[in-house]
């Protein structure tokens, strides 16, 4: 019956420990055999399941106690087997727990520097979004509006005194022009003196003449002549004085108006129109401020609402403590188990202590627990856990443990899983 | 510059044209010498033709309101279009003096 067993069980080996049928596995290196077709060849999930020849052997043998005791010697294997395992699940467990813990805390002290930060973002574009309405001028801070008035207020002021000056310019023309009329009266005038001076002197020659004529009764009427024809000669020499000052006169005036004309002629109105153009500079201005404002508030806004959904991720993290607890649930109600297994395990031991020899490790149950195992760092101690040392197994398991190829993930010198 | 000159009992109506520039200062003085009497009480310059105007023109036309003023009578400029208008709107005319849109 032992052989039987042993037949039975290395038929089981075959099908469990490779999982694959002998064409297949010669065929096909393991680590390139599909997950799928691993699984499915393993039974559900890739469990070890126990053959259903021995147990149909068992039970058509009932009778049979030495038969009995070896299932039940094999039963215990499996027994202990499953305590080492239950023992370094717990442990998993445990690691799994304080990992998420210490990566959980990390991540929400992250988040909360990354909240600060946020926080400090939306303060500053606040206060840009002020700056971009203000300016300071001579101490005290202006908004565009205000700095826009007083732009257009000087405009103004330049504007009336520029329409004020053109007034007084023609003013002027006008009042240059009046003197210039004015001088040539007065050069008219100076010229009818001439003309009448030139008559008196005319006269008084004649009256000379018509004295000397008169012999010793008209020396007397020739003082008067001479005098009257002296008299001319220095009205004469007054007039051309007068004339000479009134001609200075009426070329300083004439030079005036010319001068004048030049001052007023000059057409002021591209200056007035500055004004026009001034406007439009700081009204694009302003929209181009309006725009910036507006994309600021927007940015202030965006950074309020990261801040918020950061502080709302911290919250959520909270969750570590809810998957804390139930991972301590488990592994007290794994505990409880191994507990229990090692108590059968230990009652079946003393009750059948004679009759249960060459009891066997499960190491197939085992190599098809491992089997779906990715993390080596993982692997490893569970090997070390049921076979005490890593590196005893570790040879045979790297047949048995598929791989998965280097695009789905790599391994680094510490061990640690980068995907 | 043209100019027409249109009265009755009691307005006096100058209508312009064309341009007015420092230029036509001899001309626009014999208007003014029109606006000078104590005949009308109400004067309007009609600048509906007139196409553009200068600086001195913008003068001229703040002599012609100072010269009704002084004389008592209502002064308004009427219906000044274009660049005409722009001007007059951007030197706060409209501030001292009637303007007739």
Known sequence: MTDIANQTYQETESQTLNGLTPETSESTPFSEIPQEEISEKLGVEGQFQPSADVLKEVMENASDPELAHEFLNKWLGLSETQQKAMSIIINEIELVSELVETNVSDISHKFQELAKHSQNQSDQVSTLADAAQNVMYQGKSMDLSQIMNTIDGHLSTMIDKIVESSKHGVEVVYALDDVTKDVVKVENLIGEIEAINKQTNMLALNARIEAARAGTAGDGFAVVAHEVQELAKTINELAWTMREEVTSVVNGVRLGNTKIKEVANVDLTDNILVKDTIRELMDCILNQNDIYSDALRSSKETSQDITKDIYSVITRLQFQDRAKQRLENIVSTLQVMEESVTSFSTETRSTFETSLTGRTNEEDWFKAVIKDLTLGEMRGRFLKAVFGEEDAFTEETENTVPQSSSTDFEYDDDSIELF | ?101
């Open chain 2, 1 to 101: 510059m043209k100019d027409s000159v249109t009265t009755t009992d009691s307005s006096l109506t100058i209508s312009l044209s064309e341009k007015l520039t420092f230029e036509d200062h001899t001309n626009f003085r014999e208007l003014l010498k029109l606006i000078n009497n104590d005949i009308h009480r109400n004067c309007s310059i009609d600048l509906r033709g007139l196409e553009a105007i200068d600086s001195a023109g913008l003068g001229m036309l703040m002599i012609a309101f100072e010269t009704a003023e002084k004389f008592g009578m209502s002064f308004n400029l009427y219906k000044p279009v274009g660049q005409v208008k722009r001007l007059l709107e951007i030197s706060d005319f409209e501030k001292v003096m009637s303007i007739v849109s």
